[in-house]
């Protein structure tokens, strides 16, 4: 499928952001102030927010039909330029029935968000639009003790830039997901701390692989499946598929019933390659390389299929953010991750 790319964004512009699933915006108010101001004074852009956005989190949980509107306003508001999630959560998938594709479809612009926010990315990618899996406003732009410098490049060279995005390095100063307690807004100035072991592990694979880039977050594509937004078989053809399980650390065992239904539709005999974020906490990372080895290259017998692990993306901070449907590609004798093209236009 060929994809409509959005404009980019340039300092000046109006964003509008949104709360899909977790009404965490209007819960921890500071926080979200927090990332707002991140927005408007590191990247010079006009923050709105969208009729609920700011709600409570009972009022956006009974509200699903309200969440889809206030989308819908955001893509049909021509003054807009691109739409960030507040968060995610865990019902964006209650939003479906009352999103209208053909809004996307006529209005492309920026929509980053991840996590849960998976359920909108796959509404946006029926609709022929490039949106991008990435931070949110809660998350990487409210970092405590501000941003970090590869979060903020990373978004001035794919949301800012219709250049090549390049060659995407692992955070040189590493990783984090300690948790410091958003209810306590004392600690939104302190750092968290960065583990500096951030190495990317080229688990499997020879020479060099190129396809475009599809996926999301493995929990949330579990809702997913068998409704009118999974993909169809041909939307798999030739793709790096990029994977990464939530802060819920999902067991060994569920990610192994995970890959197995990919394996049943076909899935690793049809992509090119898969990458997959480092897990929230770092946690089962050995076990979640041993199961895609067991499954992809045991049970499947694909042993050159390219498989990259513990990357920089997911439910990990600072990340890189991932274009859906363009061009990347893996090399595995050098090591390297690249996208070979920008997700937006000029």
Wanted: charged share 25%; net charge negative; proline share 4%.
């Amino acid at each position: 499928m060929i994809l409509t790319r959005p404009q980019l964004l340039k300092p000046g512009d109006t964003v509008a952001t949104l709360s899909l699933s977790w009404g965490g915006a209007g819960t921890f108010p500071h926080r979200y102030e927090a990332g707002k101001k991140q927005l408007e004074e590191v990247f010079g852009l006009r923050v709105i927010e969208t009729k609920n956005a700011l709600k409570s989190a009972d009022y956006i949980y009974k509200n699903p039909q309200a969440r889809a509107e206030d989308l819908m306003e955001a893509f049909l508001d021509s003054s807009v330029k691109a739409i960030i999630s507040n968060i995610g959560g865990d019902d964006s998938i209650r939003t479906l029935p009352f999103t209208d594709l053909s809004v996307i479809r006529n209005n492309p612009k920026i929509f980053l968000g991840f996590s849960d926010t998976t359920v909108t990315h796959m509404a946006c990618y029926k609709a022929g639009l490039t949106s991008f899996y990435g931070t949110s406003v809660l998350v990487g732009f409210a970092e405590n003790g501000g941003m970090h410098q590869y979060q903020i490049e990373d978004i001035k060279r794919t949301l800012f830039s219709a250049e090549p995005v390049g060659q995407i390095l692992p955070n040189h100063d590493g990783w984090t997901t300690e948790r410091l307690e958003w209810g306590e807004p004392e600690l939104q100035n302190t750092k968290r701390i960065l583990v500096k072991d951030n190495q990317w592990n080229f688990l499997q694979g020879i020479g060099k692989v190129k396809g475009e880039l599809i996926g999301g977050c493995v929990d949330v594509l579990e809702f997913l499946k068998g409704t009118d937004f999974w993909l169809s078989e041909s939307d798999w053809d030739g793709k790096i598929l990029f994977l990464e399980t939530s802060e819920e650390m999902m067991s060994p065992l569920q990610f192994c019933w995970a890959l197995r239904n990919y394996a049943a539709q076909g899935v690793f005999n049809k992509i090119s390659g898969l990458i997959l974020g480092r897990p929230y906490d770092n946690k089962y990372v050995q076990e979640y390389n041993e199961i895609l080895l067991q499954v992809i290259r045991d049970e499947e017998g694909r042993d050159d299929l390219t498989i990259v692990t513990e990357m920089n993306f997911g439910h990990t901070c600072p990340v890189f953010t991932i274009p859906y449907g363009v061009m990347a590609e893996i090399d595995n004798e050098r090591k390297t991750f690249s996208i070979l093209e920008s997700g937006v236009t000029l």
